[in-house]
Nanobody, 122 residues
Framework: QVQLVESGGGSVQSGGSLRLSCVAS????????MGWFRQVPGKEREGVAG????GSTSYADSVKGRFTILQDNALYLQMNSLKPEDTAMYYC???????????????????WGQGTQVTVSS
């Protein structure tokens, strides 16, 4: 069982930045695809960004040019130019399947963190 723990959430004003971090219970970063998903109460969980084991990345259209997913001993999501519509619970996720495929098809990964709240005020 892969255990994931996110951190770095908080409250910022529109246009601000946050950097989310995700650590795994074991070294899975070069074996699993990993990604970030977010969810607002009453809405379905959506994929935000993913990085596959080969290093390829994928992003939701809504965050392209603003968010960057990166891996360096841990998984990170650098979020810049934040907008109020980015407000959500953000979840770190992992799967043996390609994250690019999961994002494209709207499929959910097998392993999840508990989430970290991001709130953007205007």
């Amino acid at each position: 069982q892969v255990q994931l723990v996110e951190s770095g959430g908080g409250s910022v004003q529109s246009g601000g930045s946050l950097r989310l971090s995700c650590v795994a219970s074991e070294d899975i970063y070069n074996s699993y695809s990993m990604g970030w998903f977010r969810q607002v109460p009453g809405k379905e969980r959506e994929g935000v960004a993913g990085i596959d084991s080969d290093g390829s990345t994928s992003y939701a259209d809504s965050v392209k040019g603003r968010f960057t997913i990166l891996q360096d001993n841990a998984l990170y999501l650098q979020m810049n130019s934040l907008k109020p519509e980015d407000t959500a619970m953000y979840y770190c996720a992992a799967d043996l399947r390609r994250m690019s495929v999961l994002l494209a098809l709207g499929l959910m990964p097998n392993y999840w963190g508990q989430g970290t709240q991001v709130t953007v005020s205007s």
